[in-house]
């Protein structure tokens, strides 16, 4: 039996709060960005009873925030923007045909004076538990007043590359 598991976390607010005095000549970035990367496999060791059932889990969690809750007054433009982006999430897991059944009921037969059967029963399992949670804000808080030359751009991004993939013999 082989067993991976995996968790990852990712948080990341970039904010202006109420009070703060932001005059700019140029541009305005208020930017929080995640990204994330995470891989679990589970195969077979191809040692001792390694061999019959995988399982792998992997979890990830992402978080990004851009708050603006003041004033803002700029000769160009403005960008409030917030991005979890996972550029791979991949889960695998893999597993190889086991004869521990055969290997016991040829001992249950051998202690009953039965003669071993040429047959074998091989038996395999591959289970695999993934899960994605991800969220992006970005906003201007309801008191907040934005006077901008140029362009005002609020927007917030998710993108999961997620893959998933389980295989089991017998």
């Known amino acids: 039996f082989s067993f991976a598991w995996s968790e990852a976390m990712s948080s990341s ?14 541009r305005v ?5 995640n990204t994330n990367s995470l891989e679990t496999t589970a195969q077979p ?3 001792g009873t390694s061999k019959g059932g995988s399982y ?15 004033d803002i007054n700029t000769a160009g433009d ?3 923007e917030a991005a979890s982006i996972t550029t791979k999430h991949s889960n695998s897991v893999t ?4 004869n521990i059944l055969t290997e016991a009921k040829d001992k249950y ?7 071993k059967e040429l047959n074998a029963i091989d038996a395999s399992a591959a289970v695999g538990i993934t ?9 201007i808080g309801r008191d907040a007043t934005i006077i901008a030359a140029g362009d005002v751009s609020v927007s917030a991004k998710i993108e999961d590359n997620f893959q998933y993939g389980a295989t089991s013999e017998a």
Request: proline share 3%; glycine share 4%; aromatic share 2%.
């Open 109 to 115: 037969q051998e202690l009953i004076g039965k003669p």
């Open 45 to 47: 060791l191809e040692i």
């Open 29 to 33: 970035n208020v930017t929080a960005r």
């Open 13 to 26: 607010t970039a904010s202006i709060q109420a009070g703060a005095v932001i005059t700019s000549a140029g």
């Open 56 to 70: 792998s889990a992997s979890e990830l969690i992402s978080t990004a925030a851009a708050i603006v809750n003041t």
């Open 95 to 98: 597993s190889d045909p086991s």
């Open 131 to 139: 899960r994605s949670t991800q969220e992006a804000t970005a906003y």
């Open 78 to 80: 403005v960008m409030i």
